[in-house]
Structure formats: structure tokens, C-alpha cells
């Protein structure tokens, strides 16, 4: 069994910057690709970036690329998501992901593990 247990999350004004950190614990040698998702009041839960293993590839979401950067560190088992640009739309449950297959992907059901989330918000 994995754990993933995420941080970092908080309120902030727009324009501003938070840094989401994901550490993994357990059978962590189970894990490959990771990912960010998050979820909204009243709204599904969408990707948001995902990363393999070796980091080669990372995929986003186009409401946040260039504003996000997903990155990981393997010796630490920890995954973070480095938000700029923060809007008030952005505001949400972030979870993070892990999945047993190798690669990335956009796909929420591909993913084995999940954290319990971290709420961020962003205010106008």
C-alpha cells in the first residue's frame, strides 16, 4: 500500500504564488507515474499535471499551462506542484495521484493511490 499525503495549500490573493507538496510513503517502489487533480465546489474532479517517472514527461492541463510546474523527487518520494499566477478560478481541492503503471497520464481512473487533498484558495 502507498500513502500520499499532500501540503502547501492556503488562501492567497490572485496573482499569487503557492507550492504543493505530495509525499509518498509505503510500498513507493510501487508507484510510477504521478499526477495533480483537483476538484471545485459543485464541480467534477479534473486534471490538472502529471509526471513520469524519470520526469521526461509531464502533460497539463491547458487552464494552467504556463502557470503550473509539476516536478518530482524521486529520492524523496515527493512530488510538488508550483502554482504562479494564481487565479480565483483556481481555487479548489488539490489531490494528488499515484499510479503503479508506468508513464503519465490525464486519466483520474488510471491512477492507484490517492491523498486526502489540500484545499487552496484564491481570493479576487
Known amino acids: 500500500q502507498v500513502q500520499l499525503v499532500e501540503s502547501g495549500g492556503g488562501l492567497v490573493q490572485a496573482g499569487g504564488s503557492l507550492r504543493l507538496s505530495c509525499a509518498a510513503s509505503g510500498r513507493t517502489d510501487n508507484t510510477n507515474g504521478m499526477g495533480w487533480f483537483r476538484q471545485a465546489p459543485g464541480k467534477e474532479r479534473e486534471f490538472v499535471a502529471t509526471?513520469?517517472?524519470?520526469?521526461?514527461?509531464?502533460y497539463y492541463a491547458d487552464s494552467v499551462k504556463g502557470r503550473f510546474t509539476i516536478s518530482r523527487d524521486n529520492a524523496k518520494y515527493t512530488v510538488f506542484l508550483q502554482m504562479n499566477s494564481l487565479k480565483p478560478e483556481d481555487t479548489a481541492v488539490y489531490y494528488c495521484a499515484a499510479r503503479i503503471s508506468y508513464g503519465s497520464s490525464r486519466d483520474a481512473h488510471e491512477y492507484d493511490y490517492w491523498g486526502q487533498g489540500t484545499q487552496v484558495t484564491v481570493s479576487s
Open positions: 509526471i513520469s517517472w524519470g520526469s521526461s514527461v509531464r
